[in-house]
């Protein structure tokens, strides 16, 4: 997208990001995909704090150039899973995740994917992730435009971070 098509957008008071995709981009999760919680997810401090509270830590979470992820696990079942045969700690059998069913909660970076987000000159730009146009099937299957609904997929911690990247994959 050139620079002149990129728009700013506020999404909490005073919490503006720059938009990089297709303003026209609808995203709705397709029941069964799972792929993006194939992955370990990363944990930022808030996060693990708040699942701390919610999980045992030494299980459920692995360092990785010194910073927390949720750790992948081998699972005993051949849908729901990786190539490898693993998911996320959290994925149950039926493919639902048990932090956000059981909790009403989950980490930062499930709400953000298939969002990228990245700091560039002191804003918070949001684009789609590469590996989610090829992956995710929820991208232009329904109405629901994405650039209406950024609070749901940017939690607001994100403006307070010092890296926000969603760059970093276990
Ligand atoms: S914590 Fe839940 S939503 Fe996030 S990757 Fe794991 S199963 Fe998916
Ligand atoms: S990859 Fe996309 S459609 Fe699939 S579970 Fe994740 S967000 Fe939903």
């Known amino acids: 997208m050139s620079a002149d098509q990129r728009r700013r957008v506020e999404v909490y008071p005073d919490r503006e990001v720059v938009v990089e995709f ?6 709705e999760c397709v029941e069964d ?3 993006c919680c194939h992955h ?3 944990l930022y401090d808030k996060d693990l704090l708040e699942l701390a509270q919610r999980a045992n830590l030494a299980e459920t979470t692995t360092d990785f150039r010194g910073e927390k992820f949720v750790t992948r ?3 005993d079942r051949d849908d729901h899973v990786g190539d490898d045969g693993c998911a996320c700690a959290f994925l149950r059998d039926d ?3 048990t932090l956000h ?3 009403d909660w989950k980490p930062t970076r499930c709400s953000v994917f298939p969002l990228a987000v990245f700091l560039e000159d002191g804003d918070l730009h949001v684009d789609i992730r590469d590996s989610a146009h090829e992956h995710c099937e929820g991208l232009n299957v329904s109405e629901r435009k994405v650039i209406e609904n950024l609070e749901a997929f940017l939690p607001e911690l994100l403006w307070e971070l010092e890296n926000p990247d969603s760059d970093r994959e276990l």
């Open 22 to 27: 297709d303003p026209e981009l609808t995203f």
């Open 33 to 35: 995909c799972t792929w």
């Open 40 to 42: 370990g997810v990363l």
């Open 73 to 75: 696990e081998e699972k």
């Open 95 to 97: 493919g639902l995740c």
């Open 101 to 103: 069913l059981e909790e």
